[in-house]
């Protein structure tokens, strides 16, 4: 076990709709990462907060947003969802400084139908 | 980032040790060799990190070699459990942002 939780474990919806997935760090870390894990793409790296600011951005489309909240959590939305999203979505946290490793928490599969 | 290279799959005995090569010939001298592996489906598992020296931990042990360009993580008894993908990682010292993550090794383990 990681620490870092994610909730939903799965969901399932439809095209053109939006869900919101949340994840809680480990006690202690600021910082928070977001990646999406699709069949042909392998792990790609989304978005990442620190204390509640963003800090980093990879390919993370328009369509998605995310936030971090006071007491740390971290939520991404994605809407207007596509088939092509369909996915597993990972959170991870760490400490900020030098060289912190990052955790990660069990993922949240999402298929849209 | 330096990029890395590694085989696509390997095979183990249980019970034996499994070594995974990686190799990382244009790593610079303020970046860090880091190994995940990702069972089946789950978050991927932080193992253990390295810079220049051997290092070791209750899951792994890590062994650089002197011009930094390539490593092995060893696996000292591997189980059935210890089947999955393990990526080698190589990250900036002074940098904590993403990881990028290759395709790694598909480690299985033979019973």
């Known amino acids: 076990d990681s620490g870092v939780t994610q909730t939903p474990k799965h969901l399932i919806t439809a095209t053109g709709q939006r869900v919101t997935l949340r994840c809680s760090p480990r006690?202690?870390?600021?910082?928070v990462y977001w990646y999406q894990q699709s069949l042909d793409q392998g792990l790609q790296f989304l978005i990442q907060?620190?204390?509640?600011?963003?800090?980093a951005k990879g390919n993370i489309l328009e369509r998605f947003s995310a936030q971090q909240f006071p007491d740390l959590h971290s939520e991404l939305n994605l809407s207007s969802l596509e088939l092509g999203d369909s996915a597993l979505y990972f959170c991870?946290?760490?400490?900020?400084?030098?060289?912190?490793?990052?955790?990660f928490g069990p993922g949240t599969r999402l298929l849209v139908l | 980032d330096a990029k890395t290279t590694q085989p696509p799959s390997m095979d183990c005995a249980e019970g034996r040790a499994a070594n995974l090569p990686c190799n990382h010939s244009?790593?610079?001298?303020?970046?860090?060799v880091y190994w995940y592996r990702q069972i089946h489906s789950q978050g991927p598992q932080y193992i253990i990190h390295?810079?220049?020296n051997n290092e070791t931990n209750e899951m792994a042990s890590l062994i650089i070699t002197e011009d930094r360009k390539s490593s092995t993580l060893i696996l000292p008894h591997a189980t059935l459990r210890d089947t999955a993908v393990y990526y080698c990682?190589?990250?900036?010292?002074?940098?904590?942002?993403?990881?990028?993550f290759g395709k790694g090794t598909r480690l299985h383990i033979l019973p």
């Open positions: 991870a946290s760490s400490k900020i400084g030098i060289q912190e490793t990052q955790y």
């Open positions: 006690s202690g870390d600021l910082s």
């Open positions: 907060y620190y204390n509640g600011e963003e800090r």
């Open positions: 244009t790593i610079s001298g303020n970046e860090y």
């Open positions: 390295g810079l220049k």
């Open positions: 990682i190589v990250r900036p010292l002074n940098r904590d942002d993403k990881i990028i």
